[in-house]
Structure formats: C-alpha cells, structure tokens
C-alpha cells in the first residue's frame, strides 16, 4: 500500500520556536511538495522540490524553509513560528510526469498550534 | 497568477445527483484534477481531465472544456458517504494549484 506519512499529526509549539515537520514516502516519488491548508483558504502551495537537494517556492514560501537531502524525505523548516502560521500542513509527492495524471498522494496532514 | 472558482457549499439529498462546478484562470495549464476529502482525513485523487469531454469513474464523472475555462464534477446517486470537501485543481507542468473548496452535504 503506498503511503505518505507525516511524523506529527498534532503538535503545539510556542511563538519564536523552530519547527520541523517531516514527510517519508515509499513510492519513489520524484516530486514532493507542502501545502498548507486553512478554512475558506483550500489548499495553498508552500514549497515543492522535483529532485534531491532541488526546492522551488510555491505561493507562499514566507517565513518557511524546506529540506530534501534524500529522495523519501522532505522536510518543513519554521525557522521561528508566529502565531499566523497555525494551520494543517499537508504534504504530498508524485511521479514527475504527474501533469499526465493530476495525481497527488498526500499525508494525513500535520496540525501545528502555534501560542 | 492562477485562480480556481468553485461554489463553496452545495447540498443534496441521498439518491440525487449534483454539479461542483469550477471555473479557472491559469497559465501553463495542462488538465484539471479533482479531489476528495473527508473531515480530518487526507485528500484523496478522483478524477483527471486532459482533455475536452466527458471522464467516467463509476458514480462520478468530469468534464472539461478548455475554450471556456471550465470544468465540472458530477456525482450520482448520492450517499451519504459522498458527504466531504470537493477541490478541483489545475494541474501545471509540476505543481497543482488547488480551488478553495467545495463541501457537500448529503442529506438522507
């Protein structure tokens, strides 16, 4: 069964903390991407990266940093959380030819609370 | 810029048949997608158009008309299951830009 998982489905963090937020897939995935999703907002494109070590800003890359040291892995780096960064952070990946399919696999998404 | 235009609630009762509609205005369009998702569940892949027409997939069904910047997701016989959020989404050379969302209630 393929799978996307996200290492935190809730977390509450504290104004100024750093936060990492991992996602692994097992498909061999080349494209893998974060979004952030808020009421009345859908889903909003953070950072996607198409190869190892390789990032592109989605729309809303402030205040956001992303790592992909290995090709399973994909992290989201708040550098020092504000309380508007509070949000479902979902993660995803797909196969490069993905604009033939349309197809994202997503996490189960990671709740952050920011105090 | 890319926007998504979608209702952002419809309701319908068990057995009908409803249309999210989605108008868009993007650049480097290469389809249109749509997907489910459940309350506090991930969003999970329906349905992909291509091309102009008609997309079957059991009780769901996609349509695209690129001339007119619109597409459609039609679901049949209604159950209550079918209750979630609805996204279409444009699909781009190698990122998707999602709509805001639809939420269908399904009555009994």
């Known amino acids: 069964d393929v799978k996307v998982t996200q290492s935190s489905r809730y977390l509450v963090k504290r104004t100024g903390e750093k936060v990492f937020l991992e996602c692994v897939q097992d498909m061999d995935h080349e494209n893998m991407f974060w979004y952030r999703q808020d009421p009345g907002l859908g889903l909003r494109l953070i950072y996607f990266?198409?190869?190892?070590?390789?990032?592109e800003k989605g729309d809303i890359p402030e205040g956001y940093s992303v790592s992909r040291e290995k090709k399973e892995r994909f992290s989201l780096i708040l550098e020092s959380a504000s309380t508007n960064q509070t949000s479902m952070y979902l993660c995803a990946s797909s196969h490069t030819d993905s604009s033939n399919t349309g197809e994202l696999f997503f996490g189960e998404g990671s709740r952050l609370t920011v105090l | 810029g890319q926007s998504l235009e979608q209702p952002s609630e419809v309701t319908a009762g068990e057995g009908a048949i409803v249309q999210i509609n989605c108008t868009y205005q993007?650049?480097?369009?290469?389809?249109l997608s749509w997907y489910q998702q459940h309350d506090g569940g991930a969003p999970t892949f329906l349905s992909y158009n291509a091309l102009d027409g008609l997309e079957e997939t059991g009780r769901f069904s996609s349509f695209l008309s690129r001339s007119d910047s619109y597409g459609y997701l039609l679901l049949q016989e209604l159950q209550m299951k079918d209750s979630a959020s609805y996204f279409c989404a444009s699909t781009g050379y190698s990122t998707l830009t999602f709509g805001k969302g639809t939420m269908l209630l399904v009555s009994p």
């Open positions: 990266s198409y190869d190892v070590k390789m990032k």
């Open positions: 993007t650049s480097g369009f290469y389809g």
